[in-house]
């Protein structure tokens, strides 16, 4: 009874979290236009906006993050993401669930990606946007936004072991975030690159501690007279790389039989995964022996939910 309970409980949480995945091969031959400008200048318009809401309020790090997060966020509550996804002219890829890598995917591969809904919905995959040149789902950013500010708050705020913020991360890839059948059964090494990146963003706004890449790109906001201004503006060509893009950091599944299913699939349009292994070997090289817990070296297989890391 205990189990039947629990499952019930992880299904709602699994429905109210965003589990959207994409489809990073079938659409990989359609010319799609550099987006970088635009989602940089959306985003610096936003820290010039959370910067007036808090004029009268010194310079309080945890207010300056929570106005912040009101347009940094998800595809429900995030303006950014908001626009990337419904604005009608910016620039993305839409593909149907059942055009898709995923087509044969049923209950048993996933449930929130099998169920009859899911190939009903123009939406059940998430669009791809081109950050220069490099193809990438909208849901990176919500894990950039969302995920990575966890990542920040749990490493550099309350200054927790990096390698538990790791495993707090696979923990949530593998259970409401999709790694798992009631979920969509994927488990997303990109997400968790992105979840990383998220980290170093966030840390990137007042720049406080050390980027733990050695690659100090902030403060974009700092503390000047009482009030916090913007001094650099947001460029997420510093976040976002092919770690990211889902043909080259593969992901793994939930079953054996799915992951073979997927590879057919990505057989059957002439690639594999990785599609670039060189790019695949460069991305191991920069996030060096951080690469273990966000780059999958190993192709696409099934995952294991006790061994893996």
Same mark, same amino acid.
């Given at each position: 009874?205990?189990?039947i309970a629990?499952?019930?409980?992880?299904l709602?949480? #699994?429905?109210?979290?965003?589990t959207?995945e994409?489809?990073? !091969?079938?659409?990989?031959?359609?010319?799609?236009?550099? $987006?970088?400008?635009?989602?940089?200048?959306?985003a610096?318009?936003?820290?010039?906006?959370?910067?007036?809401q808090?004029?009268?309020?010194?310079?309080?790090?945890?207010? #300056?993050?929570?106005?912040?997060?009101?347009?940094?966020?998800?595809?429900?509550?995030?303006?950014?993401?908001?626009?990337?996804l419904?604005?009608?002219?910016?620039?993305?890829?839409?593909?149907?669930?059942?055009?898709?890598?995923?087509?044969d995917?049923?209950?048993?591969?996933?449930?929130?990606?099998?169920?009859?809904?899911?190939?009903?919905?123009?939406?059940?995959l998430?669009?791809?946007?081109?950050?220069?040149?490099?193809?990438?789902?909208?849901?990176? !950013?919500?894990?950039?936004?969302?995920?990575?500010?966890?990542y920040?708050?749990?490493?550099h705020?309350?200054?927790?072991?990096?390698?538990?913020?790791?495993?707090?991360?696979?923990?949530?890839?593998?259970?409401i !975030?999709?790694?798992n059948?009631?979920?969509?059964?994927?488990?997303?090494?990109?997400?968790?690159?992105a979840n990383?990146?998220?980290?170093?963003?966030?840390?990137?706004?007042l720049? #406080?501690?050390?980027?733990?890449?050695?690659?100090?790109?902030?403060?974009?906001?700092?503390?000047?007279?009482?009030?916090?201004?913007?001094?650099k503006?947001?460029?997420?060509s510093?976040?976002?790389?092919?770690?990211m893009?889902? $043909?080259i950091?593969?992901?793994?599944f939930?079953?054996?039989? $799915?992951?073979?299913?997927? #590879?057919?699939?990505?057989?059957?349009?002439?690639?594999?995964?990785?599609?670039?292994?060189?790019?695949?070997?460069?991305?191991?090289?920069?996030?060096?022996?951080?690469?273990k817990w966000?780059?999958?070296?190993?192709?696409?297989?099934?995952? $294991?939910?006790f061994?893996?890391?």
């Amino acid at each position: 009874m205990k189990r039947i309970a629990f499952a019930a409980l992880l299904l709602i949480t #699994l429905n109210q979290a965003h589990t959207a995945e994409v489809d990073q !091969f079938t659409t990989r031959h359609i010319e799609l236009k550099n $987006s970088k400008d635009i989602v940089n200048i959306e985003a610096n318009r936003h820290v010039q906006e959370s910067l007036k809401q808090l004029q009268s309020s010194g310079c309080d790090e945890n207010l #300056l993050y929570t106005e912040l997060k009101k347009g940094f966020a998800n595809h429900k509550n995030g303006k950014l993401t908001i626009h990337m996804l419904h604005d009608k002219e910016f620039p993305r890829h839409q593909i149907a669930l059942g055009e898709s890598v995923y087509a044969d995917w049923n209950r048993l591969d996933g449930y929130l990606l099998g169920r009859p809904a899911a190939a009903a919905s123009p939406l059940a995959l998430g669009p791809l946007v081109n950050i220069d040149g490099i193809r990438v789902g909208t849901d990176k !950013f919500e894990h950039i936004f969302g995920r990575g500010f966890q990542y920040f708050k749990r490493f550099h705020l309350k200054e927790r072991a990096l390698k538990s913020v790791m495993k707090y991360g696979i923990r949530g890839e593998k259970t409401i !975030f999709g790694g798992n059948i009631l979920a969509t059964g994927v488990f997303s090494y990109a997400d968790l690159a992105a979840n990383f990146n998220g980290m170093r963003f966030w840390n990137h706004m007042l720049q #406080l501690r050390p980027d733990i890449l050695g690659d100090n790109h902030g403060p974009y906001i700092s503390c000047q007279d009482n009030q916090f201004v913007q001094v650099k503006q947001i460029d997420f060509s510093h976040y976002i790389d092919e770690s990211m893009d889902e $043909s080259i950091n593969c992901s793994k599944f939930a079953r054996k039989k $799915s992951a073979k299913k997927f #590879l057919r699939r990505v057989e059957a349009l002439g690639y594999s995964c990785p599609m670039d292994p060189d790019k695949l070997e460069m991305m191991k090289e920069k996030y060096g022996e951080f690469s273990k817990w966000i780059i999958n070296d190993e192709g696409i297989e099934d995952v $294991s939910y006790f061994n893996e890391f």
